[in-house]
């Protein structure tokens, strides 16, 4: 089925749909590629024991964590097992499902106002923050080295063309759509963790009526899953991207497309943090984990549901908490794994074998 590939607990988030409601979904589709089903499970519960680990939280809630969130995702595959593909493909869990799921007051309130703050985050919040009145036209505003203008020679020429082979991605009516606005400026922006060193730009458009609209141009390279899941099947690794992403997602944006430069790179576009809104694992007790792990759980197979047999897949977990358990000792032990692995990394800068750029407290 289709993998998101990089399934982890920050992955997951509050954005909106082209009809401006607000749902819960995995919203980070840079390696997806069809391929086992499990690895996106594993993925996420191990994310979980990091995550729990360095909230202080002990092994024993950790893995009750890890098993909730299998759990959720084998009892509400078994559900969409029983569904038709339609309804599969219809359903979704919308901030109001989420809030009323709350256990309790205390959980119920701090939802809401996670809620509330989302939909504050329109497509054209950030506009008021980024940019600024240059020579009588609004131009985005260098905040180096976080954006900053391109001034390569050639470079208005190479946004041009790209424009135009993104606008091809679009569906017909979308065109339309975008056709009513302008580039009015483009700018680099940085982008941070996995993606460090990849290409990124956000494009501000407004329509006749300068009404604005942020678009953020992102590269896409081959997916990490390609070596051990075979080549994808699309040359333009944008349209990879793309694609994955409408086949997990309940929804995705509506100038969700994909385009390429001279230089030969994919990029993948769509409007930049409408809506989106991740929730807060710093500091969260165990029993926030628990609820969390429960949402993932479910948000995954319905990804899953919509690409694949959940049948097949259902059948083979069963009935009893046996895949569960198994997913909670596996994620533990690869957990250990990874402290392992950061032990001798550091142990291999201190001895001089390996070279690091140290910030913050460790500097002194």
Same mark, same amino acid.
Request: proline share 3%; charged share 25%.
């Given at each position: 089925m289709q993998a998101c590939g990089d399934c982890h607990l920050l992955n997951f988030g509050l954005f909106a749909t082209p009809e401006r409601n607000l749902i819960f979904d995995i919203?980070?589709?840079?390696?997806?590629?069809?391929?086992?089903?499990?690895?996106?499970?594993k993925r996420l519960a191990?994310?979980?024991?990091?995550?729990?680990?360095?909230?202080?939280?002990?092994?024993?809630?950790?893995?009750?964590?890890?098993?909730?969130?299998?759990?959720?995702?084998?009892?509400?595959?078994?559900?969409?097992?029983?569904?038709?593909?339609?309804?599969?493909?219809?359903?979704?869990? %919308?901030?109001?499902?989420?809030? %009323?799921?709350?256990?309790?007051a205390k959980i119920r309130k701090l939802r809401e106002e996670l809620v509330a703050k989302a939909q504050q985050r329109i497509g054209d919040y950030l506009y008021p923050k980024i940019s600024g009145e240059v020579g009588g036209r609004r131009r985005l505003i260098d905040q180096p080295p976080v954006l900053f203008?391109?001034?390569?020679?050639?470079?208005?020429?190479?946004?041009?063309?790209?424009?135009?082979?993104?606008?091809?991605?679009?569906?017909?009516?979308?065109r339309v759509l975008f056709d009513r606005y302008r580039l009015e400026d483009i700018a680099v922006k940085a982008v941070g963790i996995g993606s460090v060193g990849t290409r990124c730009f956000v494009g501000l458009f407004f329509s006749a009526e300068n009404n604005p609209l942020l678009l953020q141009f992102k590269e896409a390279g081959p997916s990490v899953l390609e070596p051990f899941a075979g080549k994808s099947l699309y040359e333009n690794? #944008?349209?990879?991207?793309?694609? #994955?992403?409408r086949l997990m997602q309940s929804a995705s944006d509506i100038f969700l497309g994909w385009t390429h430069a001279r230089t030969g790179r994919h990029f993948y576009v769509r409007q930049l943090r409408d809506m989106k809104m991740s929730a807060q694992i710093d500091g969260a007790s165990a @029993?926030?984990?628990?609820?969390?792990?429960?949402?993932?759980?479910?948000?995954?197979?319905?990804?899953?549901?919509?690409?694949?047999?959940? @049948?097949?897949?259902?059948?083979?977990?069963?009935?009893? %908490?046996?895949? %569960?358990?198994?997913? #909670?000792?596996?994620?533990?032990?690869?957990?250990?794994q990874n402290e392992k692995d950061h032990a001798a990394l550091v142990a291999a800068v201190k001895a001089g074998r390996i070279k690091a750029v140290i910030k913050g407290p460790e500097a002194a």
């Open positions: 919203n980070d589709f840079d390696e997806t590629l069809p391929a086992p089903w499990e690895w996106d499970v191990v994310s979980f024991v990091v995550a729990a680990r360095d909230n202080h939280l002990t092994d024993r809630q950790t893995k009750a964590a890890t098993v909730e969130c299998a759990r959720a995702y084998r009892v509400r595959l078994r559900e969409y097992s029983k569904m038709s593909p339609l309804e599969v493909w219809y359903d979704r869990l %919308d901030a109001q499902t989420i809030v %009323d799921m709350a256990p309790n203008h391109h001034s390569a020679k050639g470079f208005a020429t190479i946004v041009r063309d790209a424009l135009a082979a993104y606008r091809t991605s679009l569906p017909d009516e979308r690794n #944008g349209q990879r991207v793309v694609t #994955g992403q @029993a926030q984990f628990m609820l969390y792990a429960e949402l993932c759980g479910r948000t995954l197979a319905h990804a899953h549901a919509k690409s694949g047999d959940a @049948a097949t897949i259902s059948g083979y977990l069963g009935k009893s %908490d046996a895949f %569960d358990q198994a997913i #909670g000792a596996f994620a533990l032990a690869y957990a250990d």
